[in-house]
């Protein structure tokens, strides 16, 4: 059983998304429950994620969505009394076995968060490479190429090119938050987890985190949480329902969408509730 | 529509009003008594030599402070080098890895300590140093002012800490950086002229300790060549100085006091300069 991870510098320097290919299962999730402090928030949870596809994790508030897409990179570690049990493998390596450090499932597995978090003393480009540099990565040459490719990849090259200098903070808020997304892809993780990444973004904004959503699949496996249905259904090419930290349904998009066979995905994606 | 009895409402309204404004005049009344004494006391004895030349034997007029004014200089150096390390990564610890129990009491314990006084630092501190290095020394008195500075900076980097929103360390984490590499390089640096800012005031609050260099430090009158020897500071020159009966010393001794006072302002200014712009701790 292969549960060794290659570790930390020579991982980053590796072109990590292109050995995977289309169509392969990126995350296999294995009887999944999360609790905290004896509080169930997960239970027992299995499904597959395709690689280079978009997943949306949907349901109400409190259904254990985001405590899902958390356990994935193991950030549910931060919270003090939280528990998990299952598995989960990211390209059939156990991310929880005890030799796997949490720091390096999270080099592999990148996340962008709700509210936009640029670093407030960092300029664009320090933004960018920090997860190198401050992973050991020191080549001046290699720094400026992830720059201008993570800022490409985000749709916000051409934005910032002639101020990369500038402090992070000086962007609008949908600018700041493809800025996190471009600091999440320079580390070149094989998947993206987005936790409602839109959602503190006016339409506009929306639209082109959508528009990028799309661009970013053809590279990286995407899992995104959003309590838009509507983006669900533009953008993704599974879903999985949520209800109470029960996995209700969980198929390809347009099925849940149009003919779900559980009656309560159908009452929450036609709006009956939730 | 007026209510019958609204001019005796009117009435307390203004005596309360009135009694809350002479209460907070009063609060200013001392610095101002303070800046007038001094002023118009010590200025007149501020001159080139006092900042140049060491004190004059009793009956000699003239003369100047610059052996304790270097001296303070020497012991806030020393304390800064003592209490800023310990101070910071002790916040560092609360903010950031300890357990809810275990921080309690340490809260609890810098708390106590920020309320001992400071005449029992400087005794804590001679049985510590002074009683087995055989002698009173430049660096007892260094470290005695550490000491006082370590609560006072732990706790005000703590609170600093604390103001970093959740979000960026979650975010560094979720980069694949390690957790002490975040803590130093991302959430230190946002806090970083908060952490400045408790650091110069704990400095400014011992600046003008007296008690505790009494049993330490001790004074000089010449200066001192090694941290071995006793040594000289401001508020100890004042102090001597001000309790002697001669005219010139006391002319001297406010001087001092004029010097430490603006030293201490100078800090506080730097603070206010400093926090102004409060970018860094902006949500």
Redesign the interface.
């Known amino acids: 059983m292969e549960t060794t991870m290659p570790d930390t510098t020579n991982q980053i320097l590796s072109p990590g998304p292109d050995q995977k290919y289309t169509g392969a299962t990126a995350l296999t999730v294995r009887g999944l429950s999360v609790s905290f402090g004896g509080n169930q928030v997960l239970k027992n949870t299995s499904l597959d994620i395709t690689a280079r596809a978009v997943t949306a994790i949907i349901g109400p508030s409190g259904c254990g969505k985001s405590t899902f897409l958390r356990a994935i990179?193991r950030?549910h570690e931060?919270t003090p009394e939280a528990r998990v049990e299952g598995e989960i493998r990211l390209f059939g390596e156990d991310i929880y076995a005890r030799n796997v450090q949490?720091?390096?499932?999270?080099?592999?597995i990148?996340?962008v968060?709700q509210?936009s978090?640029p670093?407030?003393?960092m300029s664009i480009v320090d933004n960018v490479t920090?997860?190198l540099r401050?992973?050991g990565v020191r080549n001046h040459k290699l720094l400026a190429e992830r720059t201008e490719q993570s800022l490409r990849m985000a749709a916000l090259w051409d934005e910032v090119k002639d101020r990369l200098n500038a402090p992070a903070?000086s962007l609008s808020g949908g600018q700041q938050q493809r800025l996190?997304i471009a600091?999440?892809l320079a580390?070149q993780p094989e998947v993206l987890l987005m936790d409602e990444p839109a959602s503190a973004l006016d339409p506009l904004a929306t639209a082109k985190i959508e528009e990028l959503i799309l661009e970013l699949k053809k590279e990286y496996t995407i899992v995104i949480v959003t309590h838009n249905m509507q983006q669900a259904a533009r953008m993704s090419d599974y879903t999985a329902f949520f209800y109470l930290g029960d996995l209700v349904e969980f198929g390809p998009t347009a099925k849940l969408f149009t003919s779900p066979s559980r009656k309560r995905t159908e009452d929450y994606v036609t709006g009956r509730f939730g | 529509m007026i209510a019958p009895n609204h001019r005796w409402r009117n009435f307390k309204n203004a005596v309360v009003q009135t009694l809350t404004f002479a209460c907070a005049v009063l609060v200013v009344t001392p610095l101002l008594l303070v800046f007038y004494h001094l002023i118009t006391q010590g200025f007149s004895s501020i001159n080139f030599s006092f900042f140049t030349q060491l004190p004059k034997p009793v009956g000699e007029v003239g003369g100047g402070m610059a052996n304790a004014i270097v001296g303070t200089f020497i012991l806030l150096g020393q304390a800064a080098l003592f209490g800023v390390p310990v101070g910071v990564l002790g916040g560092v610890y609360l903010s950031e890895y300890g357990s809810s129990r275990l921080n309690w009491w340490i809260r609890f314990a810098a708390d106590v300590l920020n309320g001992v006084p400071s005449i029992t630092w400087g005794m804590v501190v001679y049985a510590l140093m002074v009683v087995p290095m055989r002698g009173f020394s430049a660096l007892a008195g260094g470290v005695v002012l550490g000491m006082m500075m370590i609560p006072l900076v732990m706790r005000t980097t703590e609170e600093v800490l604390q103001l970093v929103?959740g979000?960026?360390?979650?975010?560094?984490?979720?980069?694949?950086?390690?957790q002490w590499?975040?803590i130093v390089?991302?959430v230190m640096?946002?806090a970083?002229k908060g952490i400045v800012t408790g650091v110069l005031l704990a400095l400014a609050r011992v600046a003008g300790e007296t008690a505790p260099l009494l049993f330490t430090a001790f004074g000089n009158l010449g200066w001192a060549h090694r941290l071995n020897e006793p040594i000289a500071a401001m508020p100890l020159q004042i102090f001597i100085y001000a309790i002697s009966p001669y005219d010139d010393w006391h002319r001297q001794a406010w001087a001092g006091a004029l010097v430490l006072l603006v030293l201490v302002l100078a800090i506080n200014i730097s603070v206010r300069f400093l926090t102004r712009d409060r970018?860094?701790q902006?949500a």
């Open positions: 990179n950030m931060l949490p720091v390096v499932v999270r080099r592999r990148g996340m968060f509210k978090n670093f407030p003393t920090v997860g401050l992973n903070v996190c600091r999440a580390v | 929103p979000g960026y360390r979650e975010a560094a984490l979720a980069l694949g950086i390690p590499r975040a390089q991302i640096r946002t970083l970018i860094s902006r």
